[in-house]
């Protein structure tokens, strides 16, 4: 273009064709389906700015989280919205506002959870299909058996939803049938109906309630809103019929024409939002693409798609009319923008780690390890792309150019510092070198691809590797701000998560991760001890394993990479383990190691186990944070006020946090702070008696 800005390939222009959907015409193929945001609906706020951003960046269709319609489905301490009644349509209101504003459609998934509802909050019996224990084994609740009465109820609440969705200004309303946890899906699967009545047996009679609350829906919307179905186009849960060769395609097929728009996925969960150590972008499509065979309305899918080139490939193919997203809209909410625009190369693309998920099980904003900015939107002000000018251009000096050193570096560039990154090693990045050249976690070499490629492209940004800098060499930088960004090594004296000091043996004999990534040559039966909990352990237990090895992975917690259930990886994980051949030991806590062997014992009662032989011991728990360099320039008068530790040198944790901390210390350098130090809050409406 003759200004010099990119120019989108014409192969692209398909994505940003119109695309009817019932009344409403979405304005480009690029869908943000629901998810979950870990904003409650006491935090309307941050929901707003982090779905507004999306707006912003080009998404046609912007979804609202998954909406109780009642207090019936009450999935107690999680975050997810409620839409029981008029008062909480205010929001809703302003949120539908503020999307449009940017010219995308608005959707919401009004959804009754069934089984997977706990109603510990509301107090009242769960309701499902027939009376049985919830789909949370771990609650000693149990459903009541929905009689007619209760039918009808749910129907009529559903189309009172359905106004207040109107009321609300939304453009599509959802009847949710997804991820195992829906009312209607709880209806369709015989495991969980067992009614005899006209509800259930049959496939017509476990469909019949399905239709009639598509069919009220259809009705209620009345032509003023489209109506979509959230459904999963096959169900891994062993024995269920749902399957892309079986009943799921049957329902869709039964009710093909009834919906203005078909959302499908897989279920359950963990395998609908794969992590990319299990699922490659496009994963589902093996499932899903048989949708647009049955029925002539759009079809909108997902698949953790981040290629505009796979995108295409999808429309062209005919195997979906929308582009569904929910991680790579986090990770990068301007990803539309970016590819109308000709800007490929700029796309944060998702890693498909799940962090993101994992804010829903602990109730938090979302995190993300490549979008520092997301949930920040309107508590801290954060844009992903524009970053303020620094008041006064500075000279900044990074050391260390791990996930927090070059996130810092990209963050101050743009706000206008000359900024220099010097690394010790050959290559740029960090731990994430290392760590995307294990078994399944190529996708995160992303972090670094991205920031890298974007530090490269700037004229006010020099890079050095090979270049170790000590305390003695920061003078010569004339740096106006130093940022030490050095990381941590992994600890070998068998600290760890359960354990906080050494244990006796491990220091003189244990191995690290580090030395594992580092290549170094063993041979024989190999013992590692998993005090972390999350993937280093048991990636390297599968990594050694597959080098034909005798491996066992010990672990103190009851059950193998227990953090890993926040990610939604722990069933696959264990699964690949037991194909790898990894012995697991679980629940055993350990006292040391001698003579070739681990000294055990059960963590539970204490009952001494027998030793667990090796050749070698490798340790996986706690982290050195390198500091030294830290230290030593803030004890320099010289560099008073000008010294920063950021990342792991700080506080070895996750790459998000990395990224985080190297975002925010950027952030902070250039003065984007809250004045009185926090980032706003949502506050509470305190009523009169
Ligand atoms: P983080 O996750 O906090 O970004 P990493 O461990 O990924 O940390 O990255 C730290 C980087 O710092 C590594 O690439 C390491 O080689 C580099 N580094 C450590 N000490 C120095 C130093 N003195 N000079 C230059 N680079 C260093
Ligand atoms: Fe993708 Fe990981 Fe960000 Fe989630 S946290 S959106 S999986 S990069």
Redesign the pocket.
């Known amino acids: 273009m003759a200004d010099g800005s990119p120019k989108r390939d014409a192969r692209y222009d398909i994505l940003f064709e119109e695309v009817q959907i019932g009344p409403i015409t979405a304005p480009n193929r690029f869908f943000s389906v629901p998810h979950a945001t870990g904003h409650n609906p006491l935090m309307p706020n941050g929901s707003i700015g982090m779905r507004e951003m999306k707006a912003e960046g080009g998404w046609g269709v912007v979804s609202m989280q998954l909406a109780e319609i009642d207090p019936t489905s009450d999935i107690s301490n999680l975050p997810i919205e409620k839409f029981w009644d008029d008062t909480d349509v205010k929001s809703h209101a302003l949120l539908v506002e503020r999307i449009k504003k940017h010219g995308a459609l608005t959707a919401i998934e009004l959804a009754h959870t069934g089984i997977r509802a706990r109603n510990m909050d509301t107090g009242t019996p769960v309701l499902g299909p027939s009376s049985m224990r919830i789909l949370k084994p771990q609650n000693p609740i149990q459903s009541k058996a929905m009689d007619k009465q209760d039918i009808k109820a749910f129907r009529d609440s559903h189309k009172r939803a359905v106004h207040r969705a109107k009321q609300a200004g939304y453009d599509m309303v959802y009847v949710y049938a997804a991820h195992d946890a829906s009312l209607v899906w709880h209806f369709l699967n015989p495991m969980y109906n067992q009614r005899t009545d006209e509800y259930g047996g049959s496939f017509e009679n476990r469909l019949r309630l399905f239709r009639e609350v598509l069919e009220d829906t259809v009705e209620a919307a009345a032509g003023d809103v489209a109506v979509a179905v959230r459904i999963p186009a096959h169900d891994f849960k062993s024995g269920s019929p749902l399957t892309y060769d079986n009943e799921a395609r049957a329902v869709i097929e039964s009710l093909a024409e009834v919906p203005d728009l078909w959302d499908v996925n897989v279920a359950g969960w963990p395998r609908d939002s794969g992590t990319s150590r299990f699922d490659d972008e496009g994963h589902q499509e093996k499932y899903t693409s048989y949708v647009k065979q049955v029925t002539t309305k759009p079809v909108v899918g997902v698949g953790r798609y981040t290629s505009a080139d796979a995108m295409v490939g999808l429309i062209k193919k005919g195997v979906f009319d929308l582009i569904g997203a929910s991680r790579p809209s986090i990770a990068d909410p301007f990803l539309p923008n970016k590819i109308k625009e000709g800007r490929i190369d700029d796309i944060r693309e998702c890693i498909g780690c799940n962090v993101c998920v994992s804010s829903d099980a602990y109730s938090v904003p979302l995190m993300c390890t490549q979008n520092p900015t997301i949930s920040q939107e309107w508590r801290r002000g954060w844009h992903p792309e524009n970053i303020p000018a620094a008041p006064k251009k500075e000279n900044t000096l990074i050391?260390?150019?791990?996930?927090?050193?070059?996130e810092c570096a990209l963050t101050l560039a743009k706000a206008g510092h000359d900024v220099t990154v010097?690394?010790?090693?050959s290559e740029?990045?960090?731990?994430?070198?290392k760590e995307s050249a294990l078994k399944g976690l190529s996708a995160w070499g992303r972090v670094k691809d991205y920031r890298l490629y974007q530090l490269q492209q700037m004229g006010n940004v020099s890079l050095y590797a090979e270049?170790?800098?000590?305390a003695a060499d920061v003078a010569d930088f004339e740096a106006d701000n130093i940022v030490v960004?050095?990381?941590?090594k992994w600890r070998n004296d068998g600290a760890g998560a359960t354990t906080f000091s050494a244990i006796e043996g491990f220091a003189e004999h244990a191995l690290t991760p580090d030395d594992i990534m580092n290549g170094g040559e063993i041979s024989g039966p190999i013992v590692i001890y998993d005090d972390d909990h999350y993937y280093m352990g048991n990636i390297l237990a599968g990594h050694l394993a597959a080098k034909g090895h005798e491996v066992h992975l010990v672990c103190p917690l009851p059950s193998i990479a227990e953090w890993m259930g926040y990610t939604l990886e722990s069933p696959r994980v264990l699964d690949e383990m037991v194909e790898l051949g990894v012995h697991m030991h679980p629940n055993t806590t350990v006292h040391g190691w001698n003579d070739g062997a681990l000294e055990v014992s059960r963590s539970d009662s204490g009952r001494v186990l027998p030793p667990i032989k090796g050749a070698h011991l490798v340790a996986v728990g706690a982290r050195l944070p390198?500091d030294a360099?830290l230290s030593e320039l803030r004890a320099q008068s010289a560099f008073e006020g000008k010294v920063t530790g950021?990342?792991?040198?700080l506080a070895p944790g996750i790459?998000q946090a990395?990224v985080f901390?190297?975002h925010a210390e950027a952030r902070r350098l250039i003065g984007d702070v809250p004045k009185s130090g926090i980032y706003k809050r949502e506050t509470p409406v305190l009523f009169d008696r």
């Open positions: 050391i260390g150019s791990g996930p927090a050193g070059l010097a690394e010790k090693a740029f990045g960090g731990r994430v070198i270049s170790e800098i000590g960004a050095t990381g941590s390198d360099l950021i990342g792991d040198c790459i990395a901390s190297g």
